[in-house]
T-cell receptor, first 114, second 112 residues
Framework: EAQVTQNPRYLITVTGKKLTVTCSQNMNHEYMSWYRQDPGLGLRQIYYSMNVEVTDKGDVPEGYKVSRKEKRNFPLILESPSPNQTSLYFC?????????????FGNGTRLTVT | ELKVEQNPLFLSMQEGKNYTIYCNYSTTSDRLYWYRQDPGKSLESLFVLLSNGAVKQEGRLMASLDTKARLSTLHITAAVHDLSATYFCAVDMTGGADGLTFGKGTHLIIQP
């Protein structure tokens, strides 16, 4: 089944404890992206990647890192999480067709930082 | 900076009624997407509108795009309870390279 898989689905952590949220897609998509969703703010892009070893900042990159060593994986790293990073995170992917394909979203990771 | 505004942000309506959600965006783009999100779930793609005047329909939902007015509409015909969800529009600013900018979403509740 074609899908974007995020893990974990739920995560509670403490301020400053490094964490990684994994994202993997099995559709051979070139483009991958991370969004955070907050009430009243919609979805905001954190980072995106157009292919292996190519990543760039989105609208809200502060406090996050990403890597794209393999085409299928695009982990999101929080080196020193803070309470304002409590949010619902979505990974998404699409084939690179000049931006004309819709994104396929993972099921989300709900992160709480205390 | 691309801004995407949806109206209304919250809508409660009766089954059987018609209604329209509006999506305005601030810069030139010819690609607009509509997504649906059920409570606690991920986002599901509904429509991709790729040119001025594009119209797409799926069941009771119809989406249209007017690139000159920088406006897209999502029209709901004879609403049913199963259409209750949050609907997002999203726009590309360039050729998709920078990713999508989303509106804040329209939370739609359809009451029997």
């Amino acid at each position: 089944e074609a899908q974007v898989t995020q893990n974990p689905r739920y995560l509670i952590t403490v301020t400053g404890k490094k964490l990684t949220v994994t994202c993997s897609q099995n559709m051979n998509h070139e483009y991958m992206s991370w969004y955070r969703q907050d009430p009243g703010l919609g979805l905001r892009q954190i980072y995106y990647s157009m292919n292996v070893e190519v990543t760039d900042k989105g609208d809200v990159p502060e406090g996050y890192k990403v890597s794209r060593k393999e085409k299928r994986n695009f982990p999101l790293i929080l080196e020193s999480p803070s309470p304002n990073q409590t949010s619902l995170y979505f990974c998404a992917s699409s084939p690179w067709t000049g931006g004309r394909s819709p994104l396929h979203f993972g099921n989300g990771t709900r992160l709480t930082v205390t | 900076e691309l801004k995407v505004e949806q109206n209304p942000l919250f809508l409660s309506m009766q089954e059987g009624k018609n209604y329209t959600i509006y999506c305005n965006y601030s810069t030139t783009s010819d690609r607009l997407y509509w997504y649906r999100q059920d409570p606690g779930k991920s986002l599901e793609s509904l429509f991709v509108l790729l040119s001025n005047g594009a119209v797409k329909q799926e069941g009771r939902l119809m989406a249209s795009l007017d690139t000159k007015a920088r406006l897209s509409t999502l029209h709901i015909t004879a609403a049913v309870h199963d259409l209750s969800a949050t609907y997002f529009c999203a726009v590309d600013m360039t050729g998709g390279a920078d990713g999508l900018t989303f509106g804040k979403g329209t939370h739609l509740i359809i009451q029997p």
